[in-house]
């Protein structure tokens, strides 16, 4: 991954009394216009909006949301490969310590659910924002969502230490592969092999508990015995 600043500038004045927001992180939106930063006092936690391409980017801060907290607080923003832009939140107790891990009967809306920025790349309201609507399936969440890089990065003309350039370049690698098809009306199930001249390998089989009904070794001139093999589900 690679990046650059061509103009630093400050987004926001420091304050010269508080009490000072702790801005806990940020995202961009998929075009690159609009940052989204999230900030937490002791008091309340809140979300904002940056238009970056504006000449003055602090006068288009915009208060998205705010709640009060604990014993809940703002937590890490992180745009998703649909581009939409997920914001999680912790559960804390009253006194604001640090509650890692949760326990058994800690489950609220806050810490079951991310919030969501469904259209980043529109201004204001219109970005719709939408807090607590992706529930994670019983699982909970704290401050943090995962730092995975932007594997979409196009390469970059002219750079010395793109890796991108020449990628695809690389020999392309057959790969084998094994096929089931199901026979409704036999009940059988037929795994037919392929892309294997040339290689070894072992068959195994197992039923739906895990438990292994069938195995093999065969050369490449074997395999064809296992492309006629015949696996009933119910022996």
């Given at each position: 991954m690679y990046g650059f600043i061509i103009i630093p500038q400050n987004i926001e004045p420091p304050l010269s009394i508080g009490p000072y927001p702790y801005y806990w992180s940020s995202e961009f939106s998929a075009s690159g216009r609009y940052l989204y930063v999230s900030s937490t006092t002791q008091t309340v936690s809140r979300l904002w909006q940056y238009d970056t391409w504006?000449?003055?980017?602090?006068?288009?801060?915009?208060?998205?949301?705010?709640?009060p907290g604990?014993?809940?607080?703002?937590?890490?923003?992180?745009?998703g490969?649909?581009?939409?832009?997920?914001?999680?939140?912790?559960?804390?107790?009253?006194?604001?310590?640090?509650?890692?891990?949760?326990?058994?009967?800690?489950?609220?809306?806050?810490?079951?659910?991310?919030s969501v920025i469904n259209s980043p790349d529109s201004a204001g309201s219109a970005c719709d924002f939408q807090p607590w609507s992706?529930?994670?399936g019983g699982k909970r969440t704290y401050w943090g969502l995962p730092n995975n890089p932007d594997y979409d990065l196009p390469a970059l003309a002219g750079s010395p230490c793109d890796t991108l350039v020449g990628i695809g370049e690389a020999p392309q690698i057959q790969q084998a592969a094994l096929n089931v098809f199901y026979h409704t009306t036999w009940?059988?199930?037929?795994?037919?092999?392929s892309n294997l001249k040339g290689k070894t390998g072992k068959l195994l089989v197992y039923d739906m508990q895990g438990k292994v009904v069938h195995s093999g070794t065969a050369s490449d001139t074997e395999w064809v015995l296992y492309e006629r093999f015949v696996y009933d589900r119910e022996g």
């Open positions: 504006s000449a003055n980017i602090f006068a288009t801060k915009t208060l998205l949301w705010q709640t604990p014993p809940f607080t703002a937590g890490a923003l992180k745009r490969p649909d581009d939409k832009i997920y914001f999680s939140c912790a559960w804390v107790p009253p006194n604001g310590s640090n509650n890692y891990p949760y326990d058994s009967t800690e489950y609220f809306t806050e810490n079951m659910n991310l992706f529930y994670l009940e059988k199930a037929f795994i037919n092999a």
